[in-house]
């Protein structure tokens, strides 16, 4: 080759470099970045972009990670980096409205005194260290705490982040109103003799973290303020009070609708015992077809996979109206039902989607293939043994809970219906509604329906216990932290309820951990047999010790066919043991020579395949110059 042509590639390779060099400075100060993950980890969801964008006033977020603890696992760093590299990227997006300062609170200083103050929690570390991970964001006066980002809920932290700072950023406090035919709070007896009602568990935790307010069944119109209504077992609701439910929807009101086939509450109610048998279905009649609900009052589903076991005077049966529901009952990719593992439905219905809807369902909870449905009616005159041998399972998956979004249209298209007459009273002159009416809703909206109401009554929640003369109300299940879910849910935006789950940054080898499984299987038999070889010596020599000390012998130096059989059961041990530290040590060898195989095919595979790429590329091109 000549000089010339050195001088070309010389030449080539240094322009290559400084291409590189230029490319990377300007890919640094560009604002512009680009995610090529699979389930785009680094792009922020539309959903936050929105509530970003709708912030009034500047937010501030103090991350506190203990990073200079020399004993945090590896795990727990990598997901902390994931977590102060989306806080950063949220941080760009808003576009100067949120400010990320970051803190390593170490032992006995000023930032672990502001993280306790601020209400973040330290995990302790086997060793007894205590370890901060957790954030504050602060609004104004405003300030909403996460204790800690537990990795577990790694799919939703996007979710955990952007309703942090719509809670801190909102400028009063929520308002969830309910509307019930069920008393819920309690109170004194109706008639003498009888006991005093007491208040539901679950309204008193659901006090603890917002503001609530109880409507009358006959209300006629629902305040703005309230950003999500909980309607429990409707029924025998007056028209006026349908259209109040139906407006509110239509305004962008959110609803949790709780219905019942057989509302067991309703049925122990003190009005109830008196008189003929009462109604315990929930009927919410035009409201439902409206909001494209499919729902059949009369029906009562049942699951043999998920039935429940109950004493009866026949014995234990496994009851399948009573459903004992596992996690795979509950769709997992969704912040409302993540993380919860049971839940007991008691004699419930279903819904489905209404015909010729438009509407987009969202099942929530469904019961298996093994499920049917019966009469409700005759829950009441059957013996439990008579129901179970007629239920028969229809093959399909019945939806117990699911969400229901669309542009509402209202039941009401000729406005609000007349007062309805009150016997004995004149007739009083109308209120005028504070809102105008509306044939349909200005925007998506979203509707919670859950069938069954007995889930929430202390009964089939919670066990109370009497300690040192207080009551400790222990829950039973999750019943009561699905309520308090369903209602964090729906009282955010519908910007923040279009964020779903995203994926997972920790992206194992899962063809190395099948080669693992692998190695293992090969290995577990020889070590199980060497195993159970040291157990029965170590019997054999323990047996031998326990007939020496029976014998009752004193001496000191035992005589030396004992001594020889003792040696012959220690030198057996021994090898033993070698031998199964060998089988492990191969094992260990095994999997790590696995681990460094494909680390070394994922760094140097693709560098090689380029190189001989470019190798061939460049032989095919000499013979072209030099022709010519």
């Known amino acids: 080759m000549t000089s010339g042509h050195w001088s070309k590639t010389g030449l080539t390779l240094l322009l290559l470099v400084v291409c590189l060099i230029a490319v990377n400075v300007i890919a640094f100060f560009l604002p512009v970045r680009l995610d090529v993950t699979e389930d785009r980890l680094y792009t922020i969801a539309k959903g936050t972009r929105s509530v970003l964008e709708g912030l009034q006033d500047p937010v501030r977020i103090k991350f506190y990670f203990s990073r200079s603890s020399a004993e945090l696992t590896p795990n727990l760093k990598t997901y902390a980096q994931r977590v102060q590299e989306l806080l950063g990227e949220i941080e760009v997006v808003s576009g100067g409205k949120v400010t990320l300062e970051v803190f390593d609170p170490k032992p006995d200083s000023d930032e672990e005194d502001w993280a306790q103050k601020y209400g973040i929690s330290p995990i302790t570390l086997p060793s007894g260290t205590p370890v901060y991970f957790g954030a504050v964001v602060m609004v104004l006066d405003q300030e909403v705490a996460l204790p800690f980002f537990d990795p577990r809920r790694e799919r939703f932290l996007e979710y955990d982040l952007t309703l942090a700072i719509h809670k801190a950023s909102l400028t009063q406090a929520e308002k969830v109103g309910i509307l019930s035919a069920l008393n819920l709070q309690g109170g004194p007896p109706l008639m003498q003799g009888q006991p005093p009602s007491e208040k539901w568990a679950f309204l008193t935790e659901l006090e603890k973290i917002v503001?609530?307010?109880?409507?009358?069944?006959?209300?006629?119109?629902?305040?703005?303020?309230?950003?999500?209504?909980?309607?429990?077992?409707?029924?025998?609701?007056?028209?006026?009070?349908?259209?109040?439910?139906?407006?509110?929807?239509?305004?962008?009101?959110?609803?949790?609708?709780?219905?019942?086939?057989?509302?067991?509450?309703?049925?122990?109610?003190?009005?109830?015992?008196?008189?003929?048998?009462?109604?315990?279905?929930?009927?919410?009649?035009?409201?439902?077809?409206?909001?494209?609900?499919?729902?059949?009052?009369?029906?009562?589903?049942g699951d043999f996979q998920y039935a429940t076991q109950v004493n009866t005077q026949a014995g234990v049966l496994r009851f399948p109206i009573w459903l004992s529901l596992t996690s795979a009952a509950l769709v997992q990719d969704h912040p409302l039902t993540t993380q919860l593992e049971s839940l007991l439905f008691v004699e419930g219905g279903s819904v489905t989607k209404a015909e010729g809807s438009s509407a987009e369902v969202t099942p929530l909870l469904t019961t298996t293939k093994d499920s049917g449905t019966l009469n409700a009616t005759f829950l009441r005159s059957m013996q439990p043994q008579q129901l179970i041998r007629d239920l028969k399972p229809d093959e399909q998956e019945h939806i117990l809970m699911a969400l229901f979004t669309d542009t509402f249209k209202t039941a009401f298209p000729e406005g609000r219906p007349p007062k309805e007459p009150t016997e004995g009273e004149d007739t009083a002159p109308d209120t005028p509604m504070k809102r105008e009416h509306l044939a349909e809703a200005k925007q998506r909206n979203s509707i919670l329906v859950i069938t069954d109401t007995d889930f929430l009554s202390d009964s089939f929640s919670v066990q109370k216990l009497s300690f040192l003369g207080k009551t400790i109300v222990q829950p039973t299940n999750d019943n009561l932290n699905l309520m308090l879910n369903a209602v964090e849910y729906l009282s955010g935006s519908e910007a923040l309820m279009s964020i779903r789950s995203r994926g997972q940054f920790s992206r194992p080898f899962t063809r190395l951990l099948a080669m693992q499984r692998d190695a293992q299987i090969k290995y577990q038999a020889e070590e199980q047999l060497l195993l159970a070889k040291l157990e029965e010596v170590q019997k054999r020599l323990s047996s031998l010790q326990q007939r020496i000390g029976k014998s009752g012998r004193k001496e000191v130096i035992l005589p030396p066919e004992v001594q020889e059989e003792i040696r012959k059961f220690r030198d057996e041990e021994r090898q033993t043991r070698r031998k199964l530290r060998e089988v492990r040590k191969i094992l260990r060898q095994d999997i790590e020579s696995l681990g460094h195989t494909l680390f070394v095919l994922n760094l140097v595979a693709i560098p090689f395949l380029v190189g001989v790429f470019g190798i061939i590329s460049y032989q095919r091109r000499i013979p072209g110059r030099r022709r010519a």
């Not at 057989?262 to 929930?282: E, F, K, V, W, Y």
Request: aromatic share 6%; charged share 25%; net charge negative.
């Open 211 to 301: 503001n609530v307010e109880i409507l009358d069944v006959g209300v006629e119109e629902i305040a703005e303020d309230i950003s999500v209504l909980l309607v429990i077992h409707p029924k025998g609701f007056a028209d006026r009070t349908r259209y109040a439910l139906d407006q509110y929807v239509l305004h962008g009101g959110r609803i949790i609708l709780l219905l019942d086939s057989n509302s067991r509450a309703d049925a122990m109610s003190p009005m109830n015992r008196m008189g003929r048998p009462p109604i315990l279905q929930s009927r919410l009649p035009g409201l439902l077809d409206a909001w494209s609900i499919g729902y059949e009052p009369e029906e009562v589903v």
